[in-house]
């Protein structure tokens, strides 16, 4: 659990700075810098730290460039532990409407638990907006014509995702029964995506996807649709070096799982020409910092230094 209310001192200052950030009021500071009273102290109250995740993650390394890169994190810190402890760490400022800034990604429960918001990069040190893909292994068009167009067809909107993603978490994670559950809840659809599709009798089909909740969750549903059109469909967790190897060399069929242009983009570049792009099954994944939607904070370079 992080603890990043650094002393009394902090706290007994923050109920001045929510009033100002949750009214959208501004005060001049007495020392006549020009600098809001809001924005000054709300970086104070934060103790100058972004409550990050796993020490490891490819987010935990931008998180770093970010504060290299801005003036506004100048002397901040950032707090490693796990996932599931800045998700505690969130839930905890915002049930008492206190200041955090997270790491944060989309799509993720987060947004559809929480009313949170992006802070814009204008540095761009998080990247653009991203899409997860989907890549097939050359000639299944042909080897698996009903399988080619269901897999071409998938697409959530991001909303919609996050709905169901926040369904899994308060499911404990049982992606196989909220897939299962989102599939007999939008029969429309599933129909928009196996209409005039030829069933088959058994035919195999081995779909590759990363450990991510995001990716099991679409992997799980794709598993059931391809299902009720008669194929036996196997799971393979791997890590994404060997999901591109996989469907490259043709030993797996297809995966939901690639994000594009950046978080993956090494590896498609790697293996480009070896596999099939059916185009993004969801739209607008991201990754950067985010904080709650009471805080007046729009952008990164909202923040200050610490001194």
Same mark, same amino acid.
């Given at each position: 659990?992080?603890?990043?209310? #650094?002393?009394?001192?902090?706290?007994?200052?923050?109920?001045?700075?929510?009033?100002?950030?949750?009214?959208?009021?501004?005060?001049?500071?007495?020392?006549?810098?020009?600098?809001?009273?809001?924005?000054?102290?709300?970086?104070?109250?934060?103790?100058?730290?972004?409550?990050?995740?796993?020490?490891?993650?490819?987010?935990?390394?931008?998180?770093? #460039? %970010?504060?290299?890169?801005?003036?506004?994190? %100048?002397?901040?810190?950032?707090? @490693?532990?796990?996932?599931?402890?800045?998700? @505690?760490?969130?839930?905890?400022?915002?049930?008492?409407?206190?200041?955090?800034?997270?790491?944060?990604?989309?799509?993720?429960?987060?947004? %559809?638990?929480?009313?949170?918001?992006?802070?814009?990069?204008?540095?761009?040190?998080?990247?653009?907006?991203?899409?997860?893909? @989907?890549?097939?292994?050359?000639?299944?068009?042909?080897?698996?014509?009903?399988?080619?167009?269901?897999?071409?067809?998938?697409?959530?909107?991001?909303?919609?995702?996050?709905?169901?993603?926040?369904?899994?978490?308060?499911?404990?994670?049982?992606?196989?029964?909220?897939?299962?559950?989102?599939?007999?809840?939008?029969?429309?659809?599933?129909?928009?995506?196996?209409?005039?599709?030829?069933?088959?009798?058994?035919?195999?089909?081995?779909?590759?996807? @990363?450990?991510?909740?995001?990716?099991?969750?679409?992997?799980?549903?794709?598993?059931?649709?391809?299902?009720?059109?008669?194929?036996?469909?196997?799971?393979?967790?791997?890590?994404?070096?060997?999901?591109?190897?996989?469907?490259?060399?043709?030993?797996?069929?297809?995966?939901?799982?690639?994000?594009?242009? %950046?978080?993956?983009?090494?590896?498609?570049?790697?293996?480009?020409?070896?596999?099939?792009?059916?185009?993004?099954?969801?739209?607008?994944?991201?990754?950067?910092?985010?904080?709650?939607?009471?805080?007046?904070?729009?952008?990164?370079?909202?923040?200050?230094?610490?001194?």
């Amino acid at each position: 659990m992080f603890n990043w209310r #650094k002393n009394l001192g902090i706290i007994a200052g923050l109920s001045l700075s929510l009033v100002a950030a949750g009214c959208g009021t501004e005060e001049s500071n007495d020392s006549g810098n020009g600098q809001t009273e809001d924005t000054s102290n709300v970086s104070e109250e934060m103790g100058y730290q972004i409550t990050g995740i796993e020490p490891g993650a490819g987010q935990t390394q931008t998180n770093e #460039k %970010a504060i290299a890169e801005y003036e506004s994190l %100048a002397g901040w810190e950032q707090e @490693t532990s796990s996932a599931a402890a800045m998700l @505690t760490a969130l839930g905890d400022a915002i049930e008492n409407e206190e200041p955090i800034i997270v790491a944060a990604w989309s799509p993720h429960y987060m947004f %559809a638990k929480y009313d949170i918001k992006y802070l814009e990069d204008p540095e761009l040190i998080f990247g653009e907006e991203e899409h997860i893909t @989907t890549i097939v292994r050359q000639g299944l068009k042909e080897d698996m014509p009903s399988a080619y167009t269901i897999l071409d067809r998938l697409h959530w909107e991001l909303p919609v995702f996050q709905e169901a993603l926040l369904e899994a978490q308060e499911m404990d994670f049982d992606f196989e029964k909220v897939a299962q559950e989102w599939v007999d809840e939008n029969p429309e659809k599933v129909t928009e995506w196996t209409e005039g599709v030829e069933p088959v009798d058994g035919t195999s089909i081995d779909l590759v996807l @990363t450990s991510w909740d995001a990716e099991t969750f679409s992997t799980n549903v794709a598993k059931i649709v391809l299902e009720q059109q008669g194929f036996d469909v196997m799971l393979t967790p791997v890590d994404p070096s060997i999901m591109f190897s996989a469907i490259a060399s043709g030993d797996s069929d297809a995966t939901l799982s690639p994000w594009m242009p %950046a978080t993956h983009g090494a590896l498609y570049e790697e293996y480009d020409g070896q596999f099939e792009d059916l185009g993004p099954n969801l739209e607008g994944a991201r990754i950067g910092l985010a904080v709650p939607s009471y805080m007046d904070i729009d952008s990164i370079e909202d923040l200050e230094p610490a001194e």
